[in-house]
């Protein structure tokens, strides 16, 4: 294979090979005189002059070599080393892409054969059709009818006679049964599978995301690839607890062993439920392991039920009974290591249980690709990142560990919301109104793990924990920005001396109740500290510090900062199907691995499939979110927009609190009366960010802020007056078209405030994306908190010079976006906006070339 070497290096080998010719020969080294050159190498690749001069007086066998050659040496072993890793990487990229390449091809020709089938359908049934026009007095056209309906429908299920469970013959036949049924959903055209949308297929990517079309439940399949063996894949998969968030517990109730080598298990499974207004899930599967004959791993599993045979499964109180049609793991070894993988997950949630208006939410293939097929293809990416060492520390912790702290926050909350009564929670009665419920828990061991010390978090006492839950419904709201804007804006809707009570339970017992107010001032703002994040950025854990002034309250000091360990996900608004959530919980200072946690927070999960247009076209309108000064009206929002966010979602809200007994109706009080706070906030958050036809959004801009047309007009006079140069290669000057240049441009643009400490006021999308937020949070953001010291250097000593001259290029520089993440940028041009009247409105910056660091 042809290696590529930089210029850099090339040049370097040359210059060795020239300092070779001047000493008049090359160098022949012994064995030893290789092996100590090759120990100096692997603690010091580059050694400087002096090392080098040094190294030779230590080793004599290195006496008779010149300082020259020694140099030409480890020049010429560092270029070896690119080489190597660059060959390195190459061929991965090599086996990857032959992978990828074999599982597209196959795919491929499972699409043929669905088209050819679907061909083959819609003939049939105009034939049919066709022969029941012409003979509409035979009265057999009814019996004809009916068995094309048969022969289309999806996924018969078999009736077979109860086996008995002691009958290993009998459960092998059951498997049997499931492995040729998940095979043909997984390779085969036994389901309809339609792909899904912003899933495009490549080496680097998820894989290959498709959900059902017509059939019986709710499935969705996954492909892709994994740098990991395939017994380590199926060692993970079937550890479903430590990667689906939504499942309880995993009980392997009986391992039968089965002669090809291969093992059958009898599996009870409970799952959560996602809110508060409907019963959780429970299974009573089979799960089948075996190997293939091409050398697969094959993993399958499905319910036993009265239908398909087998043992009844043990019933459990406040469970509704779901099924699992035949699903699974295809796991095929790839050529030079890793695995392609297939993930078929087909199940029936028994929709009809639950309240009509939540019936999308279990009936929705997308919903259950993102929180099961797609976490599972993540997890395992995630997995094999952490093991090739690419995944860094974070806080001077191991990956694993910072997973465990997001699978506890996330079953913490998922533990709130569902208060089993085994976990020890019970209600409290209501206070009359039915929207917030109470549930206290008296065994704070069962509910936060045996393997925390809790005697540092309750007193003697008598302590309990408190949780005040609510859910509710939002119409057109979407779920990634109402959480985004929740994580970024956390002064909207908490109060502040809740958190103070909450913080306090870290301590040996907690400090009187207090009461929910509208403004405490007791905390300044908040800064987030990032920790981890998974593959795609899909979610994220943090360290929330809330800056505060010092308190008193009933003579107990607290300290200055607050800190909150804080789990994000969801907040992408192109993720189909995905909710949304923010689960945090009070931590100390010393934030041990085994800190108790007790996790509040939110979830939005939508109710109603998306519609596949893109973010952009949401939000061409931009005038549709500014307000054109006081008294004006807004602009409405295009059609296209408002069919885009025309959805319901299902918000639910759970928050954990310490109590003594003693005080525990207080605490209930307070914690009632601040949950519906919470929720009026929240609401009023959500009307302002709903963008809905014909209706005013609600969200507050600076005094005298223009309209957004009338920016982007400013905005590009003024850079070609002062640079010469036009912003946009358009001729048009129309301003719908130059605010629609101005938002697609592929740098971002923003513009700020001519204030002491300026903030921002408008950015395009790239520059949004560039900053991490949003067009409602962009007002929190300042100048400042961006850019780094050398930055900020820079832009005060060409001050002057833009609000002489109207403009100054900036150098090449590193910024940092809201969430803390690094942003370079090839250089930066700021240049000075001015109004109708020439008079100076604010500054304007454009990052060239901008990406994460």
């Given at each position: 294979?042809a290696?590529?070497?930089?210029?850099?290096?090339?040049?370097?080998?040359q210059?060795a090979?020239?300092?070779?010719?001047?000493?008049?020969?090359?160098?022949?080294?012994?064995?030893?005189?290789?092996?100590a050159?090759?120990?100096?190498?692997?603690?010091c690749?580059?050694p400087?002059?002096?090392?080098?001069?040094?190294?030779?007086?230590?080793?004599?066998?290195?006496?008779?070599?010149?300082?020259?050659?020694?140099?030409?040496?480890?020049?010429?072993?560092?270029?070896?080393?690119?080489?190597r890793?660059?060959?390195?990487?190459?061929?991965?990229?090599?086996?990857?892409?032959?992978?990828?390449?074999?599982?597209?091809?196959?795919?491929?020709?499972?699409?043929?054969?669905?088209?050819?089938?679907?061909?083959?359908?819609?003939?049939?049934?105009?034939?049919?059709?066709?022969?029941?026009?012409?003979?509409?007095?035979?009265?057999?056209?009814?019996?004809?009818?009916?068995?094309?309906?048969?022969?289309?429908?999806?996924?018969?299920?078999?009736?077979?006679?109860?086996?008995?469970?002691?009958?290993?013959?009998?459960?092998?036949?059951?498997?049997?049964?499931?492995?040729?049924?998940?095979?043909?959903?997984?390779?085969?055209t036994?389901?309809?599978?339609?792909?899904?949308v912003?899933?495009?297929?490549?080496?680097?990517?998820i894989?290959?995301?498709?959900?059902?079309?017509?059939?019986s439940?709710?499935?969705?399949r996954?492909?892709?690839l994994?740098?990991?063996?395939?017994?380590?894949?199926?060692?993970?998969?079937?550890?479903?607890?430590?990667w689906?968030?939504?499942?309880?517990?995993?009980?392997?109730v009986?391992?039968?062993?089965?002669?090809?080598?291969?093992?059958?298990e009898?599996?009870?499974?409970?799952?959560?439920?996602?809110?508060?207004?409907?019963?959780?899930r429970?299974?009573?599967?089979?799960?089948?392991?075996?190997?293939?004959?091409?050398?697969?791993?094959?993993?399958c599993?499905?319910?036993?039920?009265?239908?398909?045979?087998?043992?009844?499964g043990?019933?459990?109180p406040?469970?509704?009974?779901?099924?699992?049609?035949?699903?699974?793991y295809?796991?095929?070894?790839?050529?030079?290591?890793?695995?392609?993988?297939?993930?078929v997950?087909h199940?029936?949630?028994?929709?009809?249980?639950?309240?009509?208006?939540l019936?999308?939410?279990?009936?929705?293939?997308?919903?259950?690709?993102?929180?099961?097929t797609?976490?599972?293809l993540?997890?395992?990416?995630?997995?094999?990142?952490?093991?090739?060492?690419?995944?860094?520390?974070?806080?001077?912790?191991?990956?694993?560990?910072?997973?465990?702290?997001?699978?506890?926050?996330?079953?913490?909350?998922?533990?709130?919301?569902?208060?089993?009564?085994d976990?020890?929670?019970?209600?409290?009665?209501?206070?009359g109104v039915?929207?917030?419920?109470?549930?206290?828990?008296?065994?704070?061991n069962?509910?936060?793990?045996?393997?925390?010390?809790?005697?540092?978090?309750?007193?003697?006492?008598g302590?309990?924990?408190l949780?005040?839950?609510?859910?509710?419904?939002?119409?057109?709201?979407?779920?990634?920005i109402?959480?985004?804007?929740?994580?970024?804006h956390?002064?909207e809707?908490?109060?502040?001396?809740?958190?103070?009570?909450?913080?306090?339970?870290?301590?040996?017992?907690p400090?009187?109740?207090?009461g929910?107010?509208?403004?405490s001032?007791?905390?300044?703002?908040?800064?987030?500290?990032?920790?981890?994040?998974?593959?795609?950025?899909?979610?994220?854990?943090?360290?929330?510090?809330?800056?505060?002034?010092?308190?008193?309250q009933?003579d107990?000091?607290?300290?200055?900062?607050?800190?909150?360990?804080?789990l994000?996900n969801?907040?992408?608004?192109?993720a189909?199907?995905?909710c949304?959530?923010?689960?945090?919980?009070?931590?100390?200072?010393?934030?041990?691995?085994?800190?108790?946690?007790?996790?509040s927070?939110?979830?939005v999960?939508?109710?109603?499939?998306?519609?596949?247009?893109?973010t952009?076209?949401?939000?061409l309108d931009?005038?549709?979110?500014?307000?054109?000064g006081?008294?004006a009206?807004a602009?409405?929002?295009?059609?296209?927009?408002?069919n885009?966010?025309?959805?319901?979602?299902?918000?639910?809200?759970?928050?954990?609190f310490?109590?003594?007994?003693?005080?525990?109706?207080n605490?209930?009080?307070?914690a009632r009366?601040?949950?519906?706070s919470?929720?009026?906030?929240?609401?009023?958050?959500?009307?302002?960010?709903?963008?809905?036809?014909?209706?005013?959004?609600?969200?507050?801009?600076?005094?005298?802020?223009?309209?957004?047309?009338?920016l982007?007009?400013?905005?590009?006079?003024?850079?070609?007056?002062?640079?010469?140069?036009?912003?946009?290669?358009?001729?048009?000057?129309?301003?719908?078209?130059?605010?629609?240049?101005?938002?697609?441009?592929?740098?971002?643009?923003?513009?700020?405030?001519?204030?002491?400490?300026?903030?921002?006021?408008?950015?395009?999308?790239?520059g949004?994306?560039?900053?991490?937020?949003t067009?409602?949070?962009?007002?929190?953001?300042?100048?400042?908190?961006?850019?780094?010291?050398?930055?900020?250097?820079?832009?005060?000593?060409?001050?002057?010079?833009?609000?002489?001259?109207?403009?100054?290029?900036?150098?090449?520089?590193?910024?940092?976006?809201?969430?803390?993440?690094?942003?370079?940028?090839?250089?930066?041009?700021?240049?000075?906006?001015?109004?109708?009247?020439?008079?100076?409105?604010?500054?304007?910056?454009?990052?060239?070339?901008?990406?994460f660091?």
């Amino acid at each position: 294979m042809a290696m590529v070497v930089s210029g850099k290096e090339m040049g370097k080998a040359q210059q060795a090979a020239a300092l070779a010719m001047e000493s008049g020969k090359y160098v022949r080294y012994t064995p030893e005189q290789v092996e100590a050159l090759e120990r100096v190498y692997s603690e010091c690749p580059k050694p400087s002059s002096l090392k080098r001069q040094q190294l030779i007086r230590e080793c004599p066998i290195l006496s008779n070599i010149e300082p020259k050659q020694i140099k030409v040496w480890f020049q010429n072993r560092r270029c070896r080393e690119k080489q190597r890793k660059e060959a390195s990487r190459l061929q991965t990229v090599n086996r990857k892409l032959t992978a990828m390449n074999k599982l597209l091809m196959e795919e491929n020709d499972r699409l043929q054969k669905q088209v050819s089938q679907l061909v083959y359908e819609n003939g049939y049934m105009r034939q049919q059709l066709h022969n029941t026009s012409v003979a509409t007095t035979d009265t057999s056209c009814e019996s004809v009818v009916t068995s094309g309906q048969h022969h289309h429908q999806q996924n018969p299920t078999p009736q077979h006679s109860q086996r008995d469970a002691n009958n290993p013959a009998g459960l092998l036949a059951i498997a049997e049964e499931t492995l040729a049924e998940f095979l043909s959903k997984a390779t085969g055209t036994a389901v309809d599978w339609v792909q899904m949308v912003g899933m495009k297929p490549g080496p680097d990517s998820i894989g290959i995301i498709a959900v059902s079309h017509n059939v019986s439940g709710v499935a969705a399949r996954a492909c892709g690839l994994v740098s990991l063996e395939p017994t380590k894949v199926a060692e993970i998969l079937k550890d479903r607890p430590t990667w689906y968030r939504d499942c309880r517990c995993l009980d392997v109730v009986t391992v039968i062993p089965t002669g090809n080598g291969g093992n059958i298990e009898l599996i009870y499974m409970q799952t959560y439920a996602p809110t508060t207004l409907a019963a959780a899930r429970d299974f009573w599967t089979l799960r089948y392991t075996t190997g293939l004959e091409d050398g697969s791993l094959v993993i399958c599993e499905r319910s036993l039920t009265p239908a398909t045979g087998g043992p009844a499964g043990p019933p459990a109180p406040n469970f509704v009974r779901a099924e699992v049609l035949s699903s699974g793991y295809l796991i095929r070894p790839c050529e030079g290591g890793g695995s392609m993988i297939h993930i078929v997950d087909h199940v029936d949630l028994d929709a009809w249980s639950v309240p009509e208006v939540l019936r999308p939410l279990y009936e929705s293939p997308k919903i259950l690709a993102q929180k099961m097929t797609i976490a599972a293809l993540r997890h395992l990416k995630q997995i094999a990142q952490e093991t090739s060492g690419e995944v860094p520390y974070g806080g001077g912790r191991q990956p694993a560990v910072l997973r465990t702290f997001s699978q506890r926050l996330s079953r913490g909350f998922n533990d709130a919301v569902n208060g089993f009564a085994d976990d020890g929670w019970s209600l409290l009665g209501s206070d009359g109104v039915d929207d917030v419920t109470i549930a206290v828990n008296s065994s704070p061991n069962k509910l936060l793990g045996s393997h925390v010390n809790t005697s540092a978090m309750f007193s003697t006492l008598g302590v309990g924990v408190l949780c005040a839950k609510a859910s509710m419904l939002l119409q057109n709201v979407p779920p990634a920005i109402l959480v985004r804007f929740l994580r970024e804006h956390r002064s909207e809707w908490a109060d502040c001396g809740v958190d103070a009570y909450s913080a306090a339970a870290l301590r040996a017992s907690p400090y009187a109740v207090p009461g929910v107010r509208a403004s405490s001032g007791f905390l300044g703002s908040q800064m987030i500290l990032p920790l981890a994040h998974t593959v795609e950025h899909e979610e994220f854990l943090e360290v929330i510090r809330l800056e505060g002034h010092g308190f008193n309250q009933d003579d107990v000091i607290l300290p200055r900062d607050m800190y909150l360990l804080q789990l994000c996900n969801g907040v992408d608004e192109n993720a189909i199907g995905s909710c949304a959530q923010l689960v945090f919980a009070p931590i100390d200072e010393s934030f041990a691995d085994d800190v108790p946690l007790l996790p509040s927070g939110f979830r939005v999960i939508p109710l109603d499939p998306k519609t596949d247009s893109s973010t952009a076209t949401r939000t061409l309108d931009l005038a549709s979110t500014l307000e054109v000064g006081s008294g004006a009206t807004a602009c409405s929002v295009k059609e296209t927009a408002s069919n885009a966010y025309n959805l319901r979602s299902v918000l639910t809200i759970a928050f954990q609190f310490t109590y003594e007994n003693h005080l525990r109706d207080n605490v209930a009080a307070m914690a009632r009366q601040y949950v519906r706070s919470v929720v009026a906030s929240v609401q009023r958050v959500a009307m302002a960010i709903a963008p809905r036809p014909g209706c005013q959004i609600g969200v507050k801009h600076p005094p005298g802020s223009p309209e957004a047309h009338t920016l982007a007009r400013w905005v590009s006079r003024s850079y070609r007056a002062h640079t010469g140069i036009d912003l946009f290669r358009v001729d048009s000057q129309a301003s719908d078209s130059l605010l629609k240049l101005l938002w697609h441009h592929s740098d971002s643009i923003m513009c700020c405030s001519l204030k002491a400490s300026p903030v921002f006021t408008f950015s395009n999308q790239a520059g949004l994306d560039m900053l991490e937020t949003t067009l409602i949070a962009l007002q929190d953001i300042t100048l400042e908190k961006i850019l780094d010291d050398g930055a900020r250097k820079v832009l005060c000593s060409e001050f002057p010079k833009i609000m002489q001259q109207g403009h100054a290029y900036l150098p090449a520089g590193i910024c940092m976006s809201s969430m803390g993440r690094p942003v370079s940028y090839e250089q930066a041009v700021a240049w000075k906006v001015s109004n109708e009247e020439d008079s100076p409105h604010c500054l304007a910056f454009m990052f060239v070339n901008w990406s994460f660091v």
